[in-house]
């Protein structure tokens, strides 16, 4: 495809590293952000990106448009990277619908299972689903710092409709700019492999207010931690969904779970999380915003007979806790993560 019509439809940290590579890369791109001064800075300023052991670059944006601005819009887009939180994805398609060409496609590059609402919006034929594994922080409008290179960024790209599969060569082409790229035949899976990462690491992490990899060296953490994502495969397989490699992982026996959360945790924290990285929940929680729990450790206990999932059923209760001010996030919330778990089991 030449110069297809390109759109970002959330640019915080993840979208904005997206929308810039692409740009860098000589593709028509607008951003669609829902932060006001954060729109104003790229309008007035670009976004500046650091990168890790590279240098900061500032990347001109010529359309940036606030969501009230998409009523405006009068020509439809080829293609649109959706990187709003998987709770905004259903609103996100109903406001781009209209602004996406009859034989368009949304892409969702996101957390959680968000595949399905995209399909049922937009049609399967017009949905594909997509794993990602890019870390970053943004704490101030109009500038990123991406803790993970091109090098140290991964993403697979799938559908649950054949009649879209023509799409995936342009997307894996395009998010070749930010990354690695694998075409998977089992998108489904492949995201349920990456929730169950997200499971062990992302709101325990926060949870304890520390980066990934500090709270993974904590023993009784550690423990939980796996739990969690040991858990969340037991959801997955009760789906159905089957053991798949992400992240490059090797090697992958589909008949041994119980050596598999260890591996994809090993591989995580080796090549793709650096020191001090801080997970998406983590950051919500310090812009004081809402975060994902209910679609990641969530799902699982939705998923599961009720009391089969006790340490993500711990997880939820302490993040709940957390996000209506009642608790901190800090290494004190261990011990009561751990009794609560254990309360469930």
Not at 183 to 200: C, R
Not at 207 to 217: C, H, N, S, T, Y
Not at 331 to 345: I, K, T, V
């Amino acid at each position: 495809m030449s110069s297809p019509r390109i759109a970002v439809l959330g640019t915080g940290a993840n979208g904005a590293v997206v929308g810039a590579d692409l740009i860098r890369a000589g593709h028509n791109v607008t951003f669609i952000e829902q932060w006001p001064e954060h729109v104003e800075t790229i309008r007035s300023d670009g976004i500046r990106i650091e990168i890790e052991e590279e240098g900061t670059f500032t990347t001109r944006v010529d359309r940036v448009l606030h969501l009230c601005d998409v009523a405006t819009l009068t020509e439809p887009f080829d293609i649109v990277f959706m990187l709003l939180k998987a709770y905004d994805t259903r609103w996100g398609c109903e406001l781009i619908r209209p602004h996406v060409a009859a034989d368009g496609v949304v892409v969702g590059v996101q957390n959680g299972m968000t595949i399905d609402s995209i399909a049922e919006i937009m049609g399967s034929n017009r949905a594909v689903g997509s794993v990602i594994e890019v870390s970053s922080t943004m704490f101030e409008p109009g500038f990123v710092e991406r803790h993970s290179p091109r090098s140290r960024s991964w993403f697979a790209v799938g559908t649950i409709d054949p009649a879209a599969n023509r799409w995936l060569g342009h997307v894996a082409e395009l998010l070749r700019c930010v990354g690695d790229v694998e075409i998977t035949d089992d998108i489904l899976s492949a995201k349920w492999m990456k929730l169950v990462i997200n499971a062990a690491e992302l709101v325990p992490s926060a949870i304890l207010g520390k980066p990934i990899a500090d709270a993974a060296r904590i023993p009784e953490m550690q423990q939980l931690m796996v739990a969690a994502g040991n858990e969340a495969l037991d959801a997955a397989l009760h789906l159905g969904r089957r053991i798949v490699p992400i992240f490059g992982l090797e090697n992958v026996a589909p008949d041994e779970p119980a050596v598999y959360v260890d591996r994809l945790i090993e591989k995580l924290l080796a090549d793709y999380v650096l020191e001090g990285t801080m997970s998406t929940v983590l950051q919500d929680w310090k812009r004081g915003r809402h975060s994902e729990v209910d679609e990641i450790n969530g799902l699982v206990v939705r998923t599961l007979p009720a009391g089969v999932a006790p340490v993500n059923s711990a997880v939820v209760e302490v993040a709940h806790r957390i996000e209506t001010g009642e608790l901190e996030p800090g290494e004190s919330n261990l011990s009561m993560l751990a009794a609560l778990a254990s309360e469930s089991a």
